[in-house]
């Protein structure tokens, strides 16, 4: 029974993706973006509900607290992506040294506080959930990010990610991106 909600629920993901070509291409409007970004919340919660077997009630109390959490790592993610351009264009020569250095310890601290929020997050749902519960978001946490991650690449893989003209191809290490 494990494995028909398992397919069912990779089945609506990837149909969810699908439908929307936001995180497999990039390059496109916030609002899509934020369309896209509810919408695997959306899924999430649902998952969620039944992983932990919560009531309507309980559901709702943990989703107000996972959306403030999230809203807050969403724009700590930005600012670090925002980082990352910037840091990739100074390894291509465009940046003096000292705005290298303040953009390099901006991208680790903003991980720490990443960190830091996720922390914040479990400590807030200690009062939602009870420690076996918890382990297991815990556990599905991961799960999820990692299967949404693997869902992208290959959705990116599948349309082809556009590239900037003048883009060298390869890995992005290769290039010290």
């Known amino acids: 029974m494990k494995d028909v909600y398992k397919l069912g629920f990779s089945l609506v993901v990837f149909l969810c993706f699908l439908s929307t070509p936001v995180l497999s291409l990039g390059g496109v409007s916030k609002k899509e973006e934020a369309r896209t970004m509810e919408k695997v919340e959306t899924i999430r919660n649902w998952k969620l509900m039944d992983v932990l077997n919560l009531s309507q009630d309980r559901a709702q109390r943990l989703f107000i607290i996972l959306r403030r959490f999230d809203l807050q790592r969403r724009k700590l993610v930005q600012e670090r992506r925002s980082l990352r351009e910037e840091l990739i264009n100074a390894s291509r020569g465009k940046a003096v040294k000292g705005d290298v250095r303040s953009m390099s310890l ?16 479990l400590r807030a749902l200690e009062k939602e959930l009870s420690p076996q519960e918890e382990a297991k978001y ?23 990610r556009p590239r900037k003209v003048g883009t060298p191809r390869g890995i992005p290490s290769d290039r010290g991106e």
Request: charged fraction near 40%; aromatic fraction near 8%.
């Open 138 to 160: 815990i556990l599905f946490t991961e799960r999820f990010n990692r299967e949404i991650m693997r869902m992208i690449i290959r959705e990116r893989m599948r349309r082809g």
């Open 106 to 121: 901006r991208y680790l601290n903003v991980g720490v506080e990443l960190a830091r929020l996720r922390v914040k997050e």
